[in-house]
C-alpha cells in the first residue's frame, strides 16, 4: 500500500474513532491495512487517554493575565510612549539599506540613460564627457583607443547636427576630416562651417588634415567657426625600417615630408619619438621626430602635468601624451592623439615657411601649416599590424 | 477588534489588546505545556512566561510577531524543550503528581490509568522534538492538520508523514516498556 493511501485511511479512521466508532469497527474497513494501521491508531487512543483532563485552572490564568498586566505597566514605565515619528522611524530603519540601494542604482541608471542623448549645454552633458574620458582610461591597445577616439569624435558630429536641427544657440567642439567642397564652402564631416575671412588661410593650410575646431553655432544652423587645429598623434617605439620618404616605428609606417622637424633622423633599431597629422585615408604624416630619449625637460612637463597643471605640449620637445604614460597596454609603444594649442587666427612669424602643421609652443606662438596636395606623392604608409 | 488590529495595538503595548490575546490563547497554550509536562507548577509558570516573552518581542523587536498563535505555540515548545532538557540532567521522579481523583473510578481502576498515561507521557518524551510537538499539536489540542503545519513551519504533507512516523514510534516505545 502506497505511503498517501495509508495516509487517507489512517485520516479516515481517526475521524471516525474521534466520531467514538471502536477501533474494530474502524478496522474491518480497511482490511488490507489493517496490520499497519492498529499499532497507530491504538497509539493514538494512548495519547487520548494519556491527555487527562481539559480543565485550566481559572486562577491560574488570572495570575498569569495579572503578571503579563504588570509587566506591561513595568516595561511602559522604563519606555515612554512611542510617537509618530518613532513609529515611522521604526518601520523606515528595517527598509533603510535596501531603500537606499535603490534609489542609488536608480539614480545611476536614470543618470546614464539621461546622459546618453545628452547634448552640448544640458545638466547631463558633463556625465556623458566623464563616461568617454573614464572608457579612454581603460587599458587598451592602440587600435581600440584610436577606434574609441573616433567613435567619441562622430558621436560630437551627431550632436553638432542635432542642437543645428533644433536651432540652438551653443558653443560646441567637434572634430574630423576638414575639407573644401566644390561649392567653396569649408566642412567637417556634413557640418558646414561659416569662416571669417581672416581664416581661410589658415584652412587651407589643414585642408584633408584631421582637425579639432570650435565653433558657436546660431540659431539659424550655422556654425561659426572660432578655431581649428590639427589633432597630433604621438608614435612612441623602435624604428623598424627607414626609407626616402617614410619611416616604420613601432609597426606603423608614417610619412616623412620635406618640412618635418627632424632633430636627428633615427636608424633602424633606435627608439624613436615621432609627432604626426592624420590625413585622409587613413595616412600619418610626420611633423616631428626625435631619436634616442626624450629630453629632460619633457620630463618635467610630464612631471607638471601628473601634478594637475596645465601645459600646453612644446613644438620643439615632443613629449609622450599623459595618455601614453597612464599606460594604454602597450608597454611604452603608443599610438595616441595628443591635445594641442589651436592654430587659430594667431600664426607664428615663419609659417610662410613651415608647411607642416605642427604643434605649437607658448613661446613660439599659435600656428602650423599643412601639406599641400603635393603631399600626396609621398607613399601611403600602411600599419603592419 | 480584528486581527490584525489586536496585534497591531499590542505592539504599542495597548492594555486592553494584550488582555484579550491572552484570554484568547491561555488556554490552549497551558493544555499544550500541560500535557507535555507533569509538574502543574511549572506548566503554569512557563504558560505565564510564554506571554511575557510575547510582550517582549512586542517591545524590542515589532516585526518579528506575524502570526500571534503560531508564535505563542512555537515559544511554549521552546520553553518545555528547555525545561525537559533541564530535567533530564538532573532527573527527579513526582510519581505523585496529576494524580486526579474521579469519583466514577474505582482506586484501582484509576490507579491503572494513572500508571497508563505516566508510561504514555515517558514515552512521548523519548520520541524526537518534532514528533512530540506533532502529537501535542494533532492529539492533545486536536489541532487540524493545517493548523498544525502552519505552527510548526511544516507543509501539510510533511506533518501527515511526521504525525504517522511519532505513533509508530510512540507504538513501539510503549510495547518495549510493555515487554520490560
Same mark, same amino acid.
Given at each position: 500500500?502506497?505511503?498517501?493511501?495509508?495516509?487517507?485511511?489512517?485520516?479516515?479512521?481517526?475521524?471516525?474513532?474521534?466520531?467514538?466508532?471502536?477501533?474494530?469497527?474502524?478496522?474491518?474497513?480497511?482490511?488490507?491495512?489493517?496490520?499497519?494501521?492498529?499499532?497507530?491508531?491504538?497509539? @493514538?487512543?494512548?495519547?487520548?487517554? *494519556?491527555? =487527562?483532563?481539559?480543565?485550566?485552572?481559572?486562577?491560574?490564568?488570572?495570575?498569569?493575565?495579572?503578571?503579563?498586566? /504588570?509587566?506591561?505597566?513595568?516595561?511602559?514605565?522604563?519606555?515612554?510612549?512611542?510617537?509618530?515619528?518613532?513609529?515611522?522611524?521604526?518601520?523606515?530603519?528595517?527598509?533603510?539599506?535596501?531603500?537606499?540601494?535603490?534609489?542609488?542604482?536608480?539614480?545611476?541608471?536614470?543618470?546614464?540613460?539621461?546622459?546618453?542623448?545628452?547634448?552640448?549645454?544640458?545638466?547631463?552633458?558633463? @556625465?556623458?564627457?566623464?563616461?568617454?574620458?573614464?572608457?579612454?582610461?581603460?587599458?587598451?591597445?592602440?587600435?581600440?583607443?584610436?577606434?574609441?577616439?573616433?567613435?567619441?569624435?562622430?558621436?560630437?558630429?551627431?550632436?553638432?547636427?542635432?542642437?543645428?536641427?533644433?536651432?540652438?544657440?551653443?558653443?560646441?567642439?567637434?572634430?574630423?576630416?576638414?575639407?573644401?567642397?566644390?561649392?567653396?564652402?569649408?566642412?567637417?564631416?556634413?557640418?558646414?562651417?561659416?569662416?571669417?575671412?581672416?581664416?581661410?588661410?589658415?584652412?587651407?593650410?589643414?585642408?584633408?588634415?584631421?582637425?579639432?575646431?570650435?565653433?558657436?553655432?546660431?540659431?539659424?544652423?550655422?556654425? @561659426?567657426?572660432?578655431?581649428?587645429?590639427?589633432?597630433?598623434?604621438?608614435?612612441?617605439?623602435?624604428?623598424?625600417?627607414?626609407?626616402?620618404?617614410?619611416?616604420?616605428?613601432?609597426?606603423?609606417?608614417?610619412?616623412?615630408?620635406?618640412? *618635418?622637424?627632424?632633430?636627428?633622423?633615427?636608424?633602424?633599431?633606435?627608439?624613436?619619438?615621432?609627432? *604626426?597629422?592624420?590625413?585622409? =585615408?587613413?595616412?600619418?604624416? *610626420?611633423?616631428?621626430?626625435?631619436? =634616442?630619449?626624450?629630453?629632460?625637460?619633457?620630463?618635467?612637463?610630464?612631471?607638471?602635468?601628473?601634478?594637475?597643471?596645465?601645459?600646453?605640449?612644446?613644438?620643439?620637445?615632443?613629449?609622450?601624451?599623459?595618455?601614453?604614460?597612464? =599606460?594604454?597596454?602597450?608597454?611604452?609603444?603608443?599610438?595616441?592623439?595628443?591635445?594641442?594649442?589651436?592654430?587659430?587666427?594667431?600664426?607664428?612669424?615663419?609659417?610662410? /615657411?613651415?608647411?607642416?602643421?605642427?604643434?605649437?609652443?607658448?613661446?613660439?606662438?599659435?600656428?602650423?601649416?599643412?601639406?599641400?596636395?603635393?603631399?600626396?606623392?609621398?607613399?601611403?604608409?600602411?600599419?603592419?599590424? | 477588534?480584528?486581527?490584525? %488590529?489586536?496585534? &497591531?495595538?499590542?505592539?504599542?503595548?495597548?492594555?486592553? &489588546?494584550?488582555?484579550?490575546?491572552?484570554?484568547?490563547?491561555?488556554?490552549?497554550?497551558?493544555?499544550?505545556?500541560?500535557?507535555?509536562?507533569?509538574?502543574?507548577?511549572?506548566?503554569?509558570?512557563?504558560?505565564?512566561?510564554?506571554?511575557?516573552?510575547?510582550?517582549?518581542?512586542? $517591545?524590542?523587536?515589532?516585526?518579528?510577531?506575524?502570526?500571534?498563535?503560531?508564535?505563542?505555540?512555537?515559544?511554549?515548545?521552546?520553553?518545555?524543550?528547555? %525545561?525537559?532538557?533541564?530535567?533530564?540532567?538532573?532527573?527527579?521522579? $513526582? #510519581?505523585?503528581? $496529576?494524580?486526579?481523583?474521579?469519583?466514577?473510578?474505582?482506586?484501582?481502576? %484509576?490507579?491503572?490509568?494513572?500508571?497508563?498515561?505516566?508510561?504514555?507521557?515517558? &514515552?512521548?518524551? $523519548?520520541?524526537?522534538?518534532?514528533?512530540?510537538?506533532?502529537?501535542? #499539536?494533532?492529539?492533545?489540542?486536536?489541532?487540524?492538520?493545517?493548523? %498544525? &503545519?502552519?505552527?510548526?513551519?511544516?507543509?501539510?504533507?510533511?506533518?501527515?508523514?511526521?504525525?504517522?512516523?511519532?505513533?509508530?514510534?510512540?507504538?513501539?516505545?510503549?510495547?518495549?516498556?510493555?515487554?520490560?
Amino acid at each position: 500500500m502506497k505511503p498517501e493511501d495509508l495516509n487517507l485511511a489512517f485520516n479516515s479512521c481517526l475521524e471516525q474513532l474521534q466520531a467514538g466508532v471502536p477501533l474494530e469497527t474502524v478496522l474491518r474497513k480497511y482490511p488490507q491495512c489493517s496490520a499497519d494501521l492498529r499499532p497507530v491508531l491504538e497509539a @493514538v487512543m494512548a495519547v487520548w487517554e *494519556a491527555r =487527562g483532563s481539559d480543565t485550566v485552572p481559572v486562577a491560574a490564568m488570572a495570575r498569569s493575565r495579572a503578571h503579563l498586566a /504588570e509587566e506591561v505597566q513595568r516595561r511602559l514605565a522604563v519606555a515612554p510612549p512611542i510617537n509618530f515619528w518613532q513609529r515611522w522611524y521604526r518601520s523606515l530603519r528595517f527598509a533603510t539599506v535596501p531603500m537606499v540601494i535603490l534609489l542609488a542604482v536608480i539614480g545611476f541608471g536614470l543618470s546614464g540613460l539621461a546622459s546618453v542623448k545628452a547634448l552640448p549645454g544640458e545638466a547631463f552633458y558633463p @556625465v556623458k564627457l566623464a563616461a568617454e574620458r573614464f572608457t579612454l582610461s581603460l587599458p587598451a591597445s592602440a587600435d581600440v583607443r584610436l577606434a574609441r577616439e573616433e567613435s567619441f569624435d562622430n558621436k560630437r558630429l551627431q550632436e553638432v547636427e542635432a542642437l543645428s536641427e533644433q536651432q540652438r544657440e551653443q558653443e560646441v567642439e567637434f572634430s574630423g576630416f576638414l575639407t573644401l567642397g566644390e561649392d567653396q564652402v569649408w566642412r567637417i564631416g556634413k557640418i558646414l562651417l561659416d569662416v571669417k575671412p581672416e581664416m581661410r588661410q589658415d584652412l587651407t593650410a589643414l585642408e584633408e588634415v584631421y582637425v579639432i575646431a570650435r565653433a558657436d553655432l546660431l540659431q539659424d544652423g550655422s556654425a @561659426v567657426l572660432q578655431g581649428v587645429e590639427p589633432r597630433l598623434y604621438t608614435v612612441i617605439g623602435q624604428v623598424q625600417q627607414v626609407e626616402a620618404t617614410r619611416l616604420q616605428v613601432d609597426g606603423v609606417w608614417i610619412q616623412l615630408a620635406p618640412e *618635418a622637424v627632424v632633430a636627428d633622423l633615427p636608424v633602424v633599431g633606435q627608439d624613436a619619438v615621432v609627432s *604626426a597629422v592624420r590625413l585622409i =585615408g587613413d595616412r600619418l604624416q *610626420a611633423v616631428e621626430i626625435h631619436n =634616442g630619449k626624450l629630453p629632460a625637460q619633457d620630463d618635467e612637463a610630464a612631471a607638471t602635468e601628473q601634478q594637475g597643471e596645465t601645459k600646453p605640449a612644446s613644438n620643439d620637445s615632443l613629449s609622450p601624451t599623459p595618455d601614453s604614460k597612464e =599606460g594604454d597596454g602597450t608597454e611604452g609603444h603608443s599610438y595616441t592623439p595628443t591635445e594641442t594649442p589651436s592654430v587659430e587666427q594667431t600664426r607664428p612669424p615663419d609659417h610662410e /615657411e613651415n608647411k607642416t602643421p605642427k604643434p605649437t609652443s607658448n613661446e613660439e606662438g599659435k600656428g602650423g601649416k599643412t601639406p599641400q596636395p603635393g603631399h600626396e606623392e609621398t607613399p601611403t604608409p600602411a600599419r603592419d599590424h | 477588534m480584528d486581527s490584525d %488590529t489586536l496585534l &497591531a495595538r499590542a505592539r504599542e503595548l495597548d492594555n486592553q &489588546a494584550l488582555a484579550q490575546i491572552h484570554d484568547l490563547y491561555y488556554p490552549a497554550i497551558y493544555r499544550y505545556v500541560n500535557y507535555r509536562l507533569d509538574d502543574p507548577q511549572l506548566v503554569e509558570d512557563i504558560a505565564a512566561e510564554v506571554f511575557v516573552r510575547l510582550l517582549d518581542s512586542f $517591545h524590542r523587536r515589532p516585526g518579528d510577531v506575524r502570526d500571534v498563535r503560531a508564535w505563542l505555540f512555537g515559544t511554549a515548545s521552546h520553553l518545555v524543550f528547555d %525545561t525537559l532538557r533541564h530535567k533530564y540532567r538532573r532527573p527527579v521522579e $513526582h #510519581l505523585e503528581d $496529576h494524580e486526579a481523583i474521579s469519583s466514577s473510578d474505582t482506586p484501582e481502576r %484509576t490507579a491503572e490509568l494513572n500508571e497508563r498515561q505516566r508510561a504514555v507521557r515517558y &514515552a512521548i518524551q $523519548h520520541l524526537t522534538a518534532d514528533q512530540q510537538q506533532v502529537l501535542s #499539536l494533532r492529539f492533545s489540542l486536536e489541532l487540524s492538520l493545517e493548523e %498544525t &503545519a502552519n505552527i510548526m513551519d511544516k507543509s501539510v504533507g510533511a506533518i501527515k508523514t511526521l504525525q504517522f512516523r511519532a505513533l509508530a514510534a510512540l507504538r513501539r516505545r510503549l510495547e518495549s516498556k510493555e515487554v520490560e
